[in-house]
DNA sequence: TATTGTTATACTCTATAACTATA
DNA sequence: TATAGTTATAGAGTATAACAATA
């Protein structure tokens, strides 16, 4: 098989494996009421605390305007505050509520374990280097 | 790291990396003027020949209902057209018109170069190891 | 001038389920 | 009854770019 072939059933692959996990993850969150872009910025600010709207979008790879919609809903719905930033009046922080603690310290693991189910076909090792090769692959795709 | 742990930075990471190719695969064919499903199916067309529509929504993971929309747009387009099986009337096959041949004649040389370019931070020997693990995570996931 | 974040528009895509026709 | 495909509905999410406020 070419290199270019190679490349492509990769695509193909990476496209496939990530429907397929995605779409099970995304259940577990909708169960929870949540989409994948909330969660993923509720489990962002959870494990790192507050931080600057841009950053979030920069973590998440999601356009300023995606930012301010999905972070409006997670506000209304109480996980979430704003809080503006006294040094640089620019700046706006998104920062966990106590309900949206409270939600992930409810529902954080049992994401992990479905997370850990879905990956269970693979080794630690085989994990590892996935990781690896992925992100790998990811940087450089950035600069393109 | 934790088993666990790890099977949560794979997730993220796949989903990231995900993101990262496909944003510019998809942006190569919008070019073209087609979304991602559309040239999934008259790239899978192209190479595999005509094919009922069912079996085209199990080969890229779309709802029949999917199915029909794209499939549609593609019809209006000029690049497919509906043929129907005459052994068996329920089904309908999908097969690319002379145009959609000549396009992807024309398209598909530079868009399997966009895709070479993407994966070249990794070697040969990497992109089958992911291959092999990402089909391996997708194949148990859907199982789930 | 550059950066942060919001707003607005329009549009694409998806999910869901009911439905028709055929086997 | 089961399968192939269509239709209809609604809603979620996205891209894009213009905009206001601050640095």
């Given at each position: 098989m070419s290199e270019r072939d190679l490349s492509l059933k990769l695509f193909v692959?990476?496209?496939?494996a990530h429907k397929v996990i995605m779409d099970r993850a995304v259940k577990d969150?909708?169960?929870n009421g949540l989409s994948a872009a909330e969660f993923s910025i509720l489990e962002l600010l959870y494990?790192?605390?507050?931080m600057p709207l841009q950053r979030v979008g920069d973590t998440i790879l999601v356009s300023s305007g995606g930012v301010t919609y999905t972070v409006d809903k997670l506000e209304e719905k109480g996980y979430l505050c704003r809080v503006?930033?006294?040094e640089d009046r620019r700046i706006t922080y998104a920062e966990l509520?106590?309900?949206?603690?409270?939600l992930l310290d409810r529902i954080f693991p049992s994401h992990a374990k479905k997370i850990e189910a879905l990956m269970s076909a693979l080794t630690t090792e085989e994990k590892q280097i996935a990781i690896l090769l992925l992100k790998?692959?990811?940087?450089?795709a950035k600069e393109h």
């Open positions: 692959v990476l496209t496939k969150m909708k169960r494990h790192k605390g507050k503006s930033c006294p509520t106590e309900a949206g603690k409270a790998k692959a990811g940087l450089h």
